[in-house]
């Protein structure tokens, strides 16, 4: 059989051709994939994927690097493999989906479950201001919310992945307050992942993406 018939754009078969969630396990210096949840080329430098070129689509502002679809009735999603050296400050962001209850949404780093230090000032609908948070807690307490019938996360992560304090910031809206949330995870410990989980019940549906700031 002729190897046109085996590879290429009529086969099952197509080289280099994957999602940001399948990427080549054991990838080879210098070896390129394309990317069709990104639209992206990438190439792989001996210890992480980067663009193909300097001349990049988007000189600035945000790269996608991942999209991840909330399961059904789950306690908890882990987003792996976002965080490297391409990017030192990341926006993830939540939409659409529902929880089984109106709930807070919490973020971890890792497996760390210690050293997470977070506030929150925000402004109860048709009420006074007030301010809550928690030092060396076990988790970001408000990383987001949802009303029920909707998800919603809009953070920014500072150097996850780089060897120093990683820093948070939110824009947490829910049925009954809006406010913005803060605060930093004490170690120097490097990260590529993170998870999500309500403050109790579960999560059904919904997509998470994942940004990169362009250096």
Not at 2 to 31: E, F, H, M, W
Not at 44 to 54: I, M
Not at 171 to 182: E, L
Request: proline letters at 3%.
């Amino acid at each position: 059989m002729p190897l046109s018939s085996v590879v290429g754009a009529q086969s099952i078969v197509k080289p280099g051709v994957c999602t940001s969630s399948t990427r080549p396990a054991s990838p080879y210096d210098g070896q390129v994939i394309y990317e069709t949840d990104t639209d992206k080329t990438l190439v792989y430098n001996g210890s992480a994927w980067v663009y193909l070129s300097t001349s990049r689509a988007n000189p600035s502002g945000l790269d996608l690097i991942k999209t991840q679809t909330i399961g059904s009735a789950v306690s908890s999603v882990t987003v792996s493999d976002v965080f490297s050296s391409t990017y030192d400050n990341y926006k993830i962001m939540v939409t659409a989906g529902s929880s089984s209850a109106s709930v807070d949404m919490w973020m971890t780093l890792g497996s760390t479950s210690t050293g997470y230090y977070y506030g929150l000032n925000y402004n109860i609908f048709n009420s006074t201001a007030s301010a809550t948070g928690a030092s060396n807690a076990a988790k970001w307490a408000y990383a987001g919310s949802s009303t029920g019938t909707s998800i919603s996360i809009n953070a920014d992560l500072l150097s996850p992945f780089l060897n120093e304090y990683t820093f948070f910031s939110s824009i947490v809206t829910s049925d009954g307050y809006v406010g913005t949330g803060g605060g930093l995870l004490g170690n120097t410990t490097s990260y590529t992942a993170f998870t999500i989980t309500p403050s109790s019940g579960t999560l059904t549906g919904g997509t998470i993406a994942v940004y990169g700031y362009a250096k």
